[in-house]
Each structure stands twice: as structure tokens, then as C-alpha cells.
């Protein structure tokens, strides 16, 4: 009788809609992957059988198998807030075993590590107190709660064109500059350095044509000439040659190496003598144009706290700091499978490896097949409503019809059973 096959196709059946209706439960989890069941026929085995007439005893479900398929992706307010774009696995850590997740929903914890809803903790690579990304095993990422220590200057360039055409202003006598008179020097600019404690302060340079093609250099530190004589009068910290076309200087051909005293600076504080900083004006001009400071660059500054984190594509997180330092905090670790449906889903939107899934590999975003991340962004779930909607009216309708099959046969064995 054909109760056997009616009662698989329910069984069946009533499991395809079990699929359904978990895909339609996570139409808006983040990062979930939609299922799907698959079938087999069934057949009894018979000894030397033709199987020419074989009739099959049913439908049994050979697998469930999730689809991992990329999903929508949206952006979010949340800085932490990860999606990946393309193959991969965020790999999170519960101290003692290692899952994989598409749910970027991450934030920080007390301690300043990335952690999930959950509170597992994002693995990555760590970052030394200089912002090198410290290759090797991952760890979990733990967020700099510290600030940066101040870093006092050692090297100041400036990029400018000095006009040919002025006068040379070269007084006679001495002082031969007065910085509060200009008429006697041609330009100025100006720059912040630090200290050894980050304290500013405001570096002035004042350019003095002091012959054809030969311009003298002085510097002033809050107001006070950085160099001076003897008797106090302030001093060139170098002289600029020029070559008759105004070109690259004839000298110096090289850095300068110049001391700042300690002064007085705008709040009142005293700061710290600043010693070997090497000027370059190496890539000054004399042409006869006006003058112009396109770049004054020094690498110093202030301590600062951490004020913004941002994640670039490829994992980096930066650390942003008051002082307007940013510096590389770590590095987010992908992994990917050559399998991925072989991995076991164990609920919170994780799965964990297993053999069929193979071991993973390992790499940053935007290396080898990974793909990249997008912070700010989540990955919506790939379940398609519409579709699973559909299937779930085809199948009701083949449960109905298992149903009926039952139906039918149990007519027919009533006939058989009321023969006179």
C-alpha cells in the first residue's frame, strides 16, 4: 500500500517548511545565511531486481544546507559596526575555542576589547606603541585606552620661493636685524614645535636679503632670537646661496642643525630647551615671482588622548588622537573555507569548524580571496522574502497532496475491507 510514501512525503515536506519558516525568522538578522532542504527518493533494495517496473517507497531529506550567498549590505551610525564585502569570516573568540560570524555587529567593552553581542572577542593582530602591525598568531583586539606621549622636534623643512626682485635690506651697524622693524628683513613665516613635554612653541623665521642671490635666515622662539652674539644681538641661523637662475640653493646643500632655548611661551609656562633640530631649505627657489610658503613641516607634537576610531578596508584600525596624531591600532583577521557549507551552525549567528569544512585559511581583508570590509555598514541577511514565500505556498500545497495520497489509499483499503 502507498501509506509508506504518503507518510515520507509529509515527514518531508513538514521539514521543508520547518526550513522555511527559520528562513522567514531570520529575514532581519544580521549577517544570518537562509537554508534550504534537499531531497532524495528512496528505493528498496531487491536481489537481482531489473528494476524495470520498481516502484519507490518514498522521499527522505538527504541534507539542510545553508546558502552563503552575500547579503545586502547597510550603513549604520556605529563606527564599529563591520561588514564584509565578499568571501570570509570574522573569527571571535570565547577564550577557549574559536567561531566564525558574518554579524559585524561589534563594540567595545570596559576593558577596550572589540567584542560581538555576545561578548566574544574579535581576533586580530595587535599594534606596538608605535603603530606596527605585529604579525604572527592572532589575539584579541584590544583598543588603546591610554593617550599618545608628546614627541619633541627634531626636524623642521620648509618649502617656499623667495623673491628675487626684493632689495637686500642688510643694514648697516649692529644689530643688523630688528624683528619688530620691517624694513629690515624682506619676509617671514612662521611654525609650532615642541618640546620634550609637548609644550608649543611659536618658531618664526625671518628671511633678509643680505646680497645678490644670498639671503640670511633668523629665527625667533616665542619672541626671543634663538641664536645671538656675544653681546646679544641676534644671529643668521643660516644663509641661503642661490645660483644665478634662481634654482635649487648653492648652499647649504643639506639639513641645518639649529637650538631652541627655553622661553616663555603663550600660557606662561616655561618650556624646554629644544636642541638638534635640523632645518632644511633645500627645497627653496629665488625666482622672480612673489614670495610664497607652500610647505613648513616639523614632526613634533603635543601629548593627546584618544579622541576617534576609525577601520579601513583592509582591517587596520586607526586610532585618532586630540593632538591630531593617528597611529595604526591593530588589524582585523579574516578566515575563509573551502567549504562553507560543511560548517556547523551552533545558533547567535556562528558556525564552528568541523572536518567537512577543512581547516581555515587565514589572511587580512582585500588578500588573496577575502574580501574587504566596510565599517559603518552591516551585512543583512540573504534570505529573500518573496521567494521563500513562494515556496512556502508550493509547499503546503505538496503536503496537501502527501495528505491526500494517505486519503485515496485508505479509500481503497476500505473498499478491499467491505468485499462481500
Do not use: C, H
Not at 618649502?159 to 626682485?165: A, F, Q, Y
Not at 609644550?199 to 641664536?227: C, E, H
Amino acid at each position: 500500500m502507498g501509506f509508506q510514501q504518503g507518510l515520507s512525503g509529509l515527514s518531508a515536506s513538514s521539514k521543508n517548511l520547518e526550513v522555511i519558516g527559520n528562513n522567514i525568522a531570520n529575514a532581519n538578522t544580521i549577517g544570518a545565511k537562509a537554508s534550504r532542504a534537499e531531497f532524495g527518493d528512496m528505493y528498496a533494495a531487491a536481489l537481482n531486481g531489473s528494476g524495470a517496473a520498481t516502484v519507490g517507497i518514498g522521499v527522505n531529506v538527504q541534507a539542510v544546507v545553508q546558502q552563503f550567498s552575500q547579503g545586502n549590505i547597510s550603513s549604520t551610525s556605529n563606527s564599529l559596526d563591520l561588514a564584509i564585502n565578499g568571501n570570509g569570516f570574522f573569527e571571535v573568540s570565547n577564550g577557549s575555542q574559536t567561531l566564525y560570524t558574518r554579524n559585524g555587529q561589534f563594540e567595545a567593552n570596559k576593558d577596550g576589547f572589540i567584542t560581538s553581542n555576545q561578548g566574544l572577542k574579535l581576533v586580530g593582530y595587535p599594534a606596538d606603541t608605535n603603530g606596527v602591525i605585529l604579525p604572527g598568531a592572532a589575539v584579541p583586539l584590544q583598543l588603546p585606552t591610554g593617550g599618545v606621549a608628546p614627541k619633541v622636534t627634531s626636524n623642521n623643512s620648509i618649502e617656499m620661493n623667495l623673491d628675487s626682485r626684493k632689495a637686500v635690506t642688510l643694514p648697516t651697524g649692529t644689530p643688523q636685524i630688528d624683528f619688530t622693524d620691517a624694513k629690515t628683513f624682506n619676509d617671514a613665516s612662521s611654525v609650532t614645535v615642541y618640546d620634550a613635554k609637548g609644550q608649543d612653541v611659536a618658531l618664526a623665521y625671518f628671511f633678509q636679503k643680505s646680497a645678490t642671490d644670498t639671503w640670511n635666515v633668523y629665527a625667533t622662539a616665542n619672541g626671543s632670537s634663538v641664536k645671538v652674539d656675544t653681546a646679544g644681538n641676534p644671529l643668521p641661523v643660516t644663509s641661503i646661496s642661490y645660483p644665478a637662475n634662481g634654482g635649487a640653493p648653492t648652499s647649504p646643500t643639506g639639513a641645518v642643525s639649529i637650538s631652541i632655548p627655553s622661553t616663555t611661551n603663550s600660557t606662561g609656562g616655561t618650556t624646554l630647551p629644544i636642541t638638534g633640530v635640523a632645518l632644511d631649505v633645500t627645497q627653496s627657489t629665488q625666482y622672480g615671482t612673489g614670495f610664497g610658503v607652500t610647505a613648513l613641516v616639523q614632526d613634533g607634537f603635543a601629548a593627546g588622548q584618544l579622541s576617534s576610531l576609525s577601520i579601513e578596508k583592509t582591517g587596520i584600525v586607526m586610532a585618532t588622537y586630540s593632538n591630531g596624531q593617528s597611529k595604526p591600532a591593530g588589524q582585523i583577521e579574516l578566515a575563509s573555507f573551502r567549504n562553507p557549507q560543511g560548517l556547523n551552525p551552533v545558533g547567535g549567528n556562528l558556525w564552528s569548524r568541523t572536518s567537512a569544512s577543512g581547516d581555515p585559511t587565514v589572511g587580512v581583508p582585500d588578500s588573496g580571496n577575502l574580501g574587504v570590509l566596510q565599517a559603518g555598514a552591516l551585512e543583512e541577511s540573504n534570505t529573500d522574502l518573496t521567494g521563500e514565500l513562494v515556496n512556502m505556498i508550493t509547499a503546503q500545497r505538496v503536503y496537501q497532496a502527501n495528505a491526500q495520497t494517505i486519503k485515496t489509499q485508505d479509500q481503497v483499503l476500505q473498499t478491499l475491507v467491505n468485499l462481500r
